[in-house]
């Protein structure tokens, strides 16, 4: 049984809400959708992975299924170039970091799904990043906190993202699209953006400081465990690259904000994601 599965934790009747930093929410991915999204980042077919691989084609269904034994899910990894272990750990993974006053996750319903939009406060500031689905979520999230008129940070115009900027209006001082390798100032704190494309063209993380911790906001380029979905290999190479040059260059310490699942740290994943633990 897996974390979701233990956790209990997605109660579908919750259409939005507003979560503290530190409360544990399901990953986004089970390991059958890390091996797809690493398949895809490959040259190799569906149809010939288990012979690239040395395993027997229902041995590789059942893994596709979410049912791979632990001897098929280490050879696929060897294939796919993954962490065996941080992979055959994956259901059992859950981050660990600390509360932070003022930084919220906002978990809101998306086509039975799940998105998160992130709001962060300080004094008079209030930062937010993504928008989500459903129109009002967050706005009504906003509201529900008392917020100052907020600024407005994207990650990527992927619609569940993007769904709630039109309802945002209202409470908006200011929708930002902050170029890469910049940095802006609210008050104690700065925002920097940098390029993390590749799950998206163009996909943008910020960097925030000033906080008892540097939080990043990384969008789908990064979820506790996996990565975002890439529609082919240069994509694939793309957003790895990017990943490693400008997010796990990062101090172990700073917290990663994804859009799915929980938060997570640059230390943890360097351990536990498969795409990067070595």
């Known amino acids: 049984m897996d974390y979701r599965e233990r956790s209990g934790l997605y109660d579908q009747m919750i259409t939005h809400q507003v979560c503290k930093l530190h409360e544990p929410c399901p990953l986004e991915d089970e390991v059958q959708y890390v091996l797809r999204k690493a398949l895809r980042g490959t040259s190799i077919s569906p149809e010939e992975f288990p012979d690239v691989a040395g395993i027997s084609s229902d041995a590789w269904a059942a893994c596709l299924a979410g049912k791979g034994d632990a001897a098929t899910l280490e050879l696929a990894s060897i294939a796919l170039k993954l962490h065996a272990p941080a992979l055959l750990s994956l259901a059992t993974y859950q981050p660990i970091v600390p509360q932070i006053q003022g930084v919220y996750r906002c978990d809101m319903s998306f086509d039975g799904e799940r998105v998160n939009a992130w709001i962060i406060r300080d004094e008079n500031t209030c930062l937010v990043f993504d928008a989500g689905y459903e129109p009002s979520h967050i706005a009504d999230l906003v509201t529900n906190l008392g917020a100052a008129p907020v600024d407005l940070f994207i990650t990527h115009e992927h619609r569940d993202h993007i769904g709630g ?114």
């Open 165 to 278: 900027i039109t309802a945002l209006a209202p409470h908006l001082k200011k929708h930002w699209n902050l170029p890469v390798g910049q940095t802006q100032s609210f008050g104690s704190l700065t925002v920097s953006a940098f390029d993390l494309s590749g799950h998206y063209n163009p996909s943008t993380a910020y960097l925030i400081r000033g906080l008892s911790r540097n939080l990043c906001v990384v969008g789908d380029a990064l979820f506790a465990g996996s990565i975002g979905g890439c529609k082919d290999p240069f994509h694939y190479d793309l957003a790895l690259r990017l990943l490693k040059q400008n997010i796990l260059s990062l101090p172990d310490d700073t917290i990663l904000l994804p859009g799915h699942g929980p938060a997570t740290t640059v230390a943890q994943e360097k351990k536990s994601n498969p795409f990067f633990a070595s």
